[in-house]
């Protein structure tokens, strides 16, 4: 099994509300990551967690609050987000996230709309 | 700075190969190269990967500079299927730097 899901497809939200975004994987892997993805642009990494602890957080606005309660979840909560945050958010996992060539695999993604 | 660049689009008539170029003048000796393609609506999916010789597997072929400094990456066939942004990145540290990707267009 080489997937990854995440929940949910699709999220509309007020810029008071609180969400949380999920991914989940069962392929054994110890790196999980989050990417945010604008129409007609490449992905850009948010955060990357190896081993269930923070590795990278690439200057991620606080209204971004990431989560790994274990190595098979990851959640990326949300709170007081700008209509500017609209975008894919997508998830990925890899072995270990600690080599430059390993393979991520990376979820559908949940598209977001910030209102 | 982006790491890699590419071509904006391509196009391609089907069943004929298709080369997709990239440059990443910048690379060092243990950045991997990566290729990764996105269908509308879906997640990047995995193409190939090679860090100095040419690679082959059942999707595409990965043909590396000599100097490193560049890739292509070869679709044998191309079909309507193959229809895709297609990025190529690098592989550094335990980091993706993606290109800006190129949308390839297959004409039946």
């Known amino acids: 099994d080489t997937e990854v899901t995440q929940t949910p497809k699709h999220l509309v939200m007020g810029m008071t509300n609180k969400k949380s975004l999920k991914c989940e994987q069962h392929?054994?892997?110890?790196?999980m990551y989050w990417y945010k993805q604008k129409a007609k642009k490449p992905p850009e990494l948010m955060f990357v967690?190896?081993?269930?602890?923070?590795?990278i957080n690439e200057s991620v606005p606080s209204r971004f609050s990431p989560e790994c309660p274990n190595s098979s979840l990851l959640n990326l909560h949300l709170h007081a987000l700008q209509p500017e945050d609209s975008a894919l958010y997508l998830c990925?996992?890899?072995?270990?996230?600690?080599?430059?060539?390993?393979?991520?695999?990376f979820g559908p993604g949940t598209r977001l709309l910030v209102l | 700075d982006a790491k890699t660049t590419q071509p904006n689009s391509m196009e391609s008539n089907e069943e004929e190969p298709v080369h997709l170029p990239c440059n990443h003048s910048?690379?060092?000796?243990?950045?991997?190269i990566h290729w990764y393609r996105q269908l509308p609506s879906q997640g990047p999916e995995y193409v190939i990967h090679g860090l100095t010789s040419n690679v082959n597997n059942r999707m595409a072929s990965l043909a590396i500079a000599e100097d490193r400094k560049s890739s292509t990456l070869i679709l044998h066939r191309a079909t309507l299927r193959d229809a895709a942004v297609y990025y190529c990145?690098?592989?550094?540290?335990?980091?993706?730097?993606f290109g800006t990707g190129t949308s390839l267009t297959v004409i039946p």
């Open positions: 910048t690379i060092s000796g243990t950045d991997y």
């Open positions: 990145i690098l592989g550094v540290g335990n980091q993706f730097y």
């Open positions: 990925a996992s890899s072995q270990e996230g600690l080599a430059a060539q390993e393979t991520q695999y």
């Open positions: 967690y190896s081993y269930e602890k923070l590795s």
């Open positions: 392929m054994g892997h110890r790196a």
